[in-house]
């Protein structure tokens, strides 16, 4: 089985799961963070990789680290009581413990294995002016992912139509009538 060719792939399937939960008003790739995006939000970064033990198909399996970043925004819980079920830290870290439910055992682009959650954790943000204005959890998983044409698959070899068993030492030509027809696909 082929695997994917460029990462942008795997990627665009990740994020448009994303886009079908319905609480996150804001999604996206990280490091491409919009200004002034409306919360709660989940960024999405493939933050490396290294080569997998086991194979699952492309020319080499990639075991990939990823980070699902879950913010929101401590002014959206403006004159909130800090006592109340909800406030901000609350709130992001249920979406956290949503998100770490959600990655485990999905599947997203060309043959990828399920995802294996690893840990959820606050975060501290480092990148940009907004950093103090949200509350961040980052959820890590695994993913392995398989790369590039797998050296075996041949596009134009033929499908087969029937598969037959001979058992030795009855094989052969002379031992056509003894061979088991073990499967026939419907268009033979």
Request: proline share 7%; aromatic share 12%; charged share 25%.
């Given at each position: 089985m082929n695997g994917i060719f460029w990462l942008d792939e795997y990627q665009d399937a990740v994020f448009a799961e994303l886009k079908k939960i319905p609480w996150a008003k804001t999604t996206g790739i990280y490091p491409e963070l919009p200004d002034g995006f409306p919360t709660p939000a989940v960024f999405f970064d493939v933050c490396g990789w290294e080569r997998s033990g086991s194979e699952i198909g492309g020319n080499v399996t990639l075991e990939l680290t990823c980070n699902l970043y879950i913010l929101r925004s401590f002014v959206s819980a403006g004159g909130q009581d800090e006592e109340e079920r909800g406030v901000?830290?609350?709130?992001?870290?249920?979406?956290a413990l949503k998100m770490s439910d959600w990655i485990h055992g999905r599947q997203f682009g060309n043959g990828s294995a399920p995802a294996v959650l690893v840990s959820a954790e606050p975060m501290v943000w480092e990148k940009g002016e907004s950093a103090p204005e949200h509350a961040i959890w980052g959820v890590t998983f695994t993913q392995r992912l398989p790369v590039g044409a797998d050296p075996f698959e041949e596009p134009d070899a033929p499908l087969?139509?029937?598969?037959?068993?001979?058992?030795f030492p009855d094989v052969g030509p002379e031992h056509a009538d003894d061979y088991i027809l073990v499967v026939k696909s419907e268009e033979s």
């Amino acid at each position: 089985m082929n695997g994917i060719f460029w990462l942008d792939e795997y990627q665009d399937a990740v994020f448009a799961e994303l886009k079908k939960i319905p609480w996150a008003k804001t999604t996206g790739i990280y490091p491409e963070l919009p200004d002034g995006f409306p919360t709660p939000a989940v960024f999405f970064d493939v933050c490396g990789w290294e080569r997998s033990g086991s194979e699952i198909g492309g020319n080499v399996t990639l075991e990939l680290t990823c980070n699902l970043y879950i913010l929101r925004s401590f002014v959206s819980a403006g004159g909130q009581d800090e006592e109340e079920r909800g406030v901000t830290e609350t709130q992001v870290r249920n979406a956290a413990l949503k998100m770490s439910d959600w990655i485990h055992g999905r599947q997203f682009g060309n043959g990828s294995a399920p995802a294996v959650l690893v840990s959820a954790e606050p975060m501290v943000w480092e990148k940009g002016e907004s950093a103090p204005e949200h509350a961040i959890w980052g959820v890590t998983f695994t993913q392995r992912l398989p790369v590039g044409a797998d050296p075996f698959e041949e596009p134009d070899a033929p499908l087969l139509k029937e598969f037959w068993l001979g058992i030795f030492p009855d094989v052969g030509p002379e031992h056509a009538d003894d061979y088991i027809l073990v499967v026939k696909s419907e268009e033979s």
